[in-house]
């Protein structure tokens, strides 16, 4: 089973500023991986699929890069409604085995 | 659009058997993407339960194999999670969702609201 890592557990960013979440695999997904966003009493949102790419709707502030076993999901611009968890997500197996990263939560410094 | 409504007892007891049961909507169950059960224990991650596919075709998680049934209802349009022998370490959120599977990119792109199943006596 493929593990995923997530660090830091918790990022306090002032709103404006620039937010980087790690994420690591414990062996290449290549690109692979998946960012969500949950808010509290939600269901996670999908953000980026294929490492890079934004999913519909999602914000040109959200990026993600990285391939093989590191990964990073930036938001250029943190603005009220972006504070949250945010879990990566592989999908490399087959027959596929899921696997969802601990999660980091952005919260208001 | 398609929107997923989870719908089944908030409370099943200890060596039970969890029965959820998800509702698509807008849209039909027999389109080219696999519908999927993940599960998140009260202030803790994600767990990916398992899938199914309109044609039948089921993935699960080796560590909950043992214990996992998804079926498919295609006249109905919902799929369904049978959890048997559950312990108070199922007690958890279950979403449903979608699972696109397009130029080998698979990601959850739609998810139900979740409903909270406890396991107690």
């Known amino acids: 089973e493929i593990v995923m890592t997530q660090s830091p557990a918790t990022l306090s960013v002032s709103p404006g500023e620039r937010a980087t979440l790690s994420c690591r695999a414990s062996q290449s997904v290549s690109s692979n991986l998946a960012w969500y966003q949950q808010k509290p009493g939600q269901a996670p949102r999908l953000l980026i699929y294929?490492?890079?790419t934004r999913a519909t709707g999602i914000p040109a502030r959200f990026s993600g890069s990285g391939s093989g076993t590191e990964f990073t999901l930036t938001i250029s611009s943190l603005q009220s409604e972006d504070f949250a968890v945010y879990y990566c997500q592989q999908y490399n197996n087959w027959p596929p085995l899921f696997t969802f990263g601990p999660g980091t939560k952005v919260d208001i410094k | 659009q398609v929107q997923l409504q989870e719908s089944g007892p908030g409370l099943v007891k200890p060596s039970g058997t969890l029965s959820l049961t998800c509702a698509v909507s807008?849209?039909?169950?027999?389109?080219?993407?696999?519908w999927s059960w993940v599960r998140q224990p009260p202030g803790k991650g994600l767990e990916w339960i398992g899938e199914?596919?309109?044609?039948?075709?089921?993935n699960y998680n080796p560590s909950l194999k043992s214990r996992v049934t998804i079926s498919v209802d295609k006249s109905k349009n919902q799929f369904s999670l049978k959890l048997s022998s559950v312990t108070a370490a199922d007690t958890a959120v279950y979403y449903c969702?979608?699972?696109?599977?397009?130029?080998?990119?698979?990601?959850?792109?739609?998810w139900g609201r979740g409903t909270l199943v406890t396991v107690s006596s």
């Open positions: 199914i596919y309109h044609s039948g075709s089921t």
């Open positions: 294929g490492a890079s």
């Open positions: 969702a979608r699972r696109i599977a397009v130029a080998g990119d698979w990601y959850f792109d739609l």
């Open positions: 807008g849209g039909s169950i027999s389109s080219s993407n696999w």
